[in-house]
Every structure is written in C-alpha cells, then in structure tokens.
C-alpha cells in the first residue's frame, strides 16, 4: 500500500511526464475512484497544462492553468503509469490523460480505493482531508510539536502515528519500521515516551522514509509491497523470521485493525522502576 515514499515517487514521475505539457484528451470511468463527480468533470481537463504538483502526505495535487486542478490519492493499489503511443493499455485503468506526442498517462486501481477530486486548485486546498492533515515528515520534524503530540495521548505509538493528524503521510510499513529503528515498543502509550525517546523516533522516521526512498527511486514503473514481493524492509511483513540485530523471531500483532510488525527483544519497553530513575536524573 502506498505511504509517503512511495507517493513522494509517484509525484516525480507525474511532475516528470506531464509537467508544462498540455493535454489532449481526458477521459475517466465511472467508478468510485471519482466517486460523487461525474466523468465530465475530469474530462474538462482537456487543453489545460500541468503547472505544478504538491504532495501532502499521501495526498499529491496536480495544478493546472487556469486554475484548475486534481486532487490524487492512491488508496491501497492505485498508481500512476505512463503508456507509451501505440502501446495498450493495461487492466483496471480507471482514467486516462491523453497527451500531445501521443503518449498517455493512466491510472490503474483494481481495488478502487483510490480517489481522484476535480476541482479549482483553491477550492481542493480547503477540502478537509487536506486541512486534517499534520506537517509532512520528509524534510524536517518538529520534536518539540512531536513530543507534545504523542506525550497526551492514551493511544499507542503505532496507532498514535498513523493519525494523518500527527505526521502526514505515514503507514503501516513506515510506522512499524521507525518504531524498530527507534527500539520502541508499537504497545507502548504516548504518555509513557521520555523525550530523548522522541527525538530518536523522529530520527527513526527520517531513516526509514530514506530508506524507502531510496529501494523505491527508479526510473519507472514504480513498485509498492505486492504479495510476494521482494522484502527490504528490517520488520515489515517479516513475521517469525529472524531480527536482523539480535536473530529474535518478528512478531506481529494487530492494533487498531492494522498488522505491526515489531522485535520483542530489540523493542522491549524498560522495566517501570528503571524508566522512573532515568526519568528522575534527567529532570
Ligand atoms: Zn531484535
């Protein structure tokens, strides 16, 4: 499933592919993908040129001129690829831009979890899952809002960070890995966190969304975690096998509805005693 690297890409090669480049046809399906708009809407995409294109965690807004825009997200298997002219197109594509040269840009979704918004880029600005969200964790993290965030909350870390609230952008995969990097427990409640852990989780955030970046940056097509896929993840989607630091078999468990992947030796929490001294001489 697509989460902030794998978006991040997606962004790129849209930018790559379209950008200044204006468009000859559009054409969507009806389907959920466009769900309360009528296909018309995103054929009036037709004879306007890509101008920009912003990601907002997992959400990517595509500015055109004239003011127009497309609001894109993912879902669980949507994603964005280029056909060359000439070239068929693939199955499940649920809408299409049509370019110049010939070429076309699709986007393909056999789940149909994904959304695709038309609309004035001023007006998909102010739609409320864009105005929900918290800051994008790619450039920089605020430790101190982190800290702040998670320190009042009763909730666990792992479902703690997938609210797009506190951090946009993360998921499944980047939370359990950056729990790992940073030897926290996914069980652990926000309030539990001292802040020295906070700064090594914000850390740990920034490495794995590196991480991800980098295994994910060709030049196309790009690939997400399939079934069966390869794994370069440390704990994600690993369970009973090996820890890669101390050979303790991952584990996974199920919170908020969603797996965490996590080492119980690696991630265990300190004993209460021993958090509370620490607590006591670094006050
Ligand atoms: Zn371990």
Redesign the pocket.
């Known amino acids: 499933m697509p989460e902030l690297p794998e978006v991040e890409i997606a962004s790129r090669q849209l930018r790559h592919w379209l950008l200044g480049k204006r468009i000859a046809r559009a054409r969507a399906e009806r389907t959920r993908v466009i769900r309360g708009q009528g296909p018309q809407r995103f054929a009036a995409l037709a004879g306007h040129a890509l101008s920009d294109i912003e990601r907002f965690g997992k959400w990517m807004l595509l500015s055109f001129d004239g003011g127009e825009g497309l609001l894109s997200h993912l879902g669980m298997t949507g994603k964005w690829i280029r056909r060359r002219p000439g070239e068929d197109a693939s199955s499940h594509v649920r809408a299409t831009v049509q370019l110049d040269d010939g070429s076309a840009i699709d986007y393909r979704d056999p789940r149909l979890f994904g959304r695709l918004v038309r609309g004035k880029t001023a007006a998909l600005r102010q739609l409320s899952p864009l105005r929900a969200l918290g800051p994008d964790p790619l450039e920089e993290i605020d430790v101190d809002r982190l800290h702040d965030l998670l320190s009042r909350t009763q909730r666990s870390l792992k479902e703690a960070l997938m609210d797009q609230r506190v951090l946009a952008g993360l998921g499944n995969i980047l939370v359990s890995e950056a729990l790992h990097r940073a030897r926290l427990d996914p069980r652990r409640r926000g309030t539990s966190l001292l802040r020295e852990e906070t700064e090594r989780l914000a850390d740990a955030i920034r490495e794995a969304i590196r991480a991800s970046l980098a295994e994910e940056d060709s030049p196309e097509p790009i690939t997400y975690v399939e079934e069966g896929g390869e794994n370069f993840f440390l704990v994600y989607d690993r369970a009973g096998q090996p820890?890669y630091?101390?050979r303790?078999p991952i584990q996974r468990l199920v919170q908020g509805g969603r797996s965490t992947f996590f080492?119980p030796?690696?991630q265990r929490t300190e004993r209460k005693g021993a958090q509370r001294r620490r607590k006591r001489a670094l006050a």
Do not use: E, L, P
């Open positions: 820890c630091t101390c303790t080492c030796f690696c």
